[in-house]
């Protein structure tokens, strides 16, 4: 027969690998988990027919309103929750990766947005990345104002997604910080991590090869809990704690501390001339780092430079208001340690500084 006279059923988008009606039926899924970030804040929203776009008010009183944003990710952590096929908390990683970054200027989180990635929309998979998304929304105190789901046959293998995230805050420009004001004699507040947060996946799946080892739910003998849930313990969010600070002059700088460790980051909020010195041992490591530290193995040094170390956030605070600042961080539920301080910074130093710190 002619193949030009074959007929041939007319192709549709789902043929092609895209369920525009899953993706709806998915949508209306999620609004609840949406709905509730907004929660007390129906007034910011103005209602919007189309829904193209997410609107928002801007909040009054600020004499100088300075909109804070950014963006980030959650990197490999998300294949060690792929495999143990636990959803639920990376998009809380998400809004912490990107909110954190926000909170280190004062700024006060306003809305979120997210985007996911996947070869074939799994409704009950990615509904619980979504929720895990508004939880995270809900202890950052922000709206999860909008987002994207897109369905990437051929970009994306079956079972395997990505998430990116963008937050938005605003801070008034008196009340902002960067670091400026950093000087010599600040004490250096470090607030505890939960463990890993999202930074440094790579090499721990590159120490922890045995996924099986993963799986097992019962505790592990040297982290007193089951290996998987320590790997995926999700980042911890710092908003009451920068709320209970925002507009303390004495509160010089903050840093978030993600890729990069303690040298990578704190860094970034040091004058020319500095330097940060913190104390071995001033603060409790989780026991996760340890035991990547033996089974690597992996130099102190090289730990440091990769993992948080224990500490999520460091406030360089004017010495004569530390007490003060401690005292507001731990009323918001914080474990604060007394890390370090700042000193002036000799020739051919580095900006970053561990004392005692073994190699």
């Given at each position: 027969?002619?193949?030009?006279?074959?007929?041939?059923?007319?192709?549709t988008?789902?043929?092609?690998?895209?369920?525009?009606?899953?993706?709806?039926?998915?949508?209306?899924?999620?609004?609840r988990?949406?709905?509730?970030?907004?929660?007390?804040?129906?007034?910011r929203?103005?209602?919007?027919?189309?829904?193209?776009?997410?609107?928002?008010r801007?909040?009054?009183?600020?004499?100088e309103?300075?909109?804070?944003?950014?963006?980030?990710g959650?990197?490999?952590?998300l294949?060690?929750?792929?495999?143990l096929g636990?959803?639920g908390?990376?998009?809380?990683?998400l809004?912490?990766m990107?909110?954190n970054?926000?909170?280190?200027?004062?700024?006060?989180?306003?809305?979120?947005?997210?985007?996911l990635a996947?070869?074939?929309?799994?409704?009950?998979?990615?509904?619980?990345?979504?929720?895990?998304?508004a939880?995270?929304?809900?202890?950052?105190?922000?709206?999860?104002?909008?987002?994207?789901?897109?369905?990437m046959?051929?970009v994306?293998?079956?079972?395997?997604?990505?998430?990116?995230?963008?937050?938005?805050?605003?801070?008034?420009?008196?009340?902002?910080?960067?670091g400026?004001a950093?000087?010599?004699?600040?004490?250096l507040?470090?607030?505890?991590?939960?463990?890993?947060?999202?930074?440094?996946?790579s090499?721990?799946?590159?120490?922890?090869?045995?996924?099986?080892?993963?799986?097992?739910?019962?505790?592990?003998?040297?982290?007193?809990?089951?290996?998987?849930a320590?790997?995926?313990e999700?980042?911890?969010i710092?908003?009451?704690?920068v709320a209970?600070?925002?507009?303390?002059?004495?509160?010089?700088?903050?840093?978030?501390?993600?890729?990069g460790?303690l040298?990578?980051?704190?860094c970034?909020?040091?004058?020319?001339?500095?330097?940060a010195?913190?104390?071995?041992g001033?603060?409790?490591?989780?026991?996760?780092?340890?035991?990547?530290?033996?089974?690597?193995?992996?130099?102190?040094?090289?730990?440091?430079?990769?993992f948080n170390?224990?500490?999520?956030?460091v406030?360089?605070?004017?010495?004569?208001?530390?007490?003060?600042?401690?005292?507001?961080?731990?009323?918001?539920?914080?474990?604060?340690?007394?890390?370090?301080?700042?000193?002036?910074?000799?020739a051919?130093?580095?900006?970053?500084?561990?004392a005692?710190?073994?190699?």
């Amino acid at each position: 027969m002619d193949p030009a006279l074959d007929p041939k059923p007319a192709l549709t988008y789902q043929a092609a690998g895209v369920d525009v009606e899953a993706g709806d039926r998915f949508v209306r899924a999620i609004s609840r988990s949406v709905r509730s970030t907004r929660e007390g804040r129906e007034n910011r929203i103005p209602p919007s027919l189309a829904d193209f776009a997410g609107l928002f008010r801007l909040p009054t009183g600020l004499k100088e309103p300075i909109l804070v944003s950014g963006t980030d990710g959650v990197g490999t952590k998300l294949l060690v929750a792929q495999r143990l096929g636990r959803h639920g908390t990376v998009g809380i990683d998400l809004v912490a990766m990107c909110v954190n970054d926000v909170l280190t200027t004062g700024a006060a989180p306003l809305f979120f947005l997210d985007y996911l990635a996947t070869g074939k929309l799994e409704a009950e998979i990615l509904a619980a990345v979504v929720e895990g998304v508004a939880e995270g929304c809900r202890r950052a105190g922000c709206v999860l104002l909008g987002g994207e789901t897109a369905e990437m046959p051929g970009v994306y293998e079956p079972g395997v997604y990505d998430l990116a995230g963008f937050a938005v805050g605003v801070v008034d420009r008196e009340e902002s910080v960067d670091g400026g004001a950093v000087r010599e004699g600040d004490v250096l507040l470090g607030l505890s991590s939960s463990g890993l947060h999202s930074n440094g996946y790579s090499l721990v799946r590159r120490i922890l090869t045995d996924p099986s080892e993963w799986e097992r739910t019962e505790p592990h003998p040297e982290l007193g809990r089951p290996l998987g849930a320590v790997l995926l313990e999700p980042t911890r969010i710092y908003a009451r704690a920068v709320a209970a600070i925002r507009g303390n002059g004495g509160v010089h700088g903050m840093a978030h501390i993600t890729g990069g460790g303690l040298p990578g980051n704190v860094c970034r909020i040091l004058p020319e001339g500095l330097q940060a010195r913190f104390e071995a041992g001033s603060w409790p490591e989780p026991p996760i780092f340890g035991l990547l530290a033996r089974r690597g193995p992996v130099a102190r040094a090289e730990m440091f430079r990769t993992f948080n170390m224990g500490l999520g956030w460091v406030v360089a605070a004017e010495a004569s208001k530390a007490q003060e600042i401690e005292d507001a961080l731990v009323r918001t539920g914080e474990a604060v340690h007394r890390a370090g301080r700042v000193v002036r910074r000799g020739a051919g130093e580095p900006p970053v500084t561990i004392a005692g710190e073994r190699e």
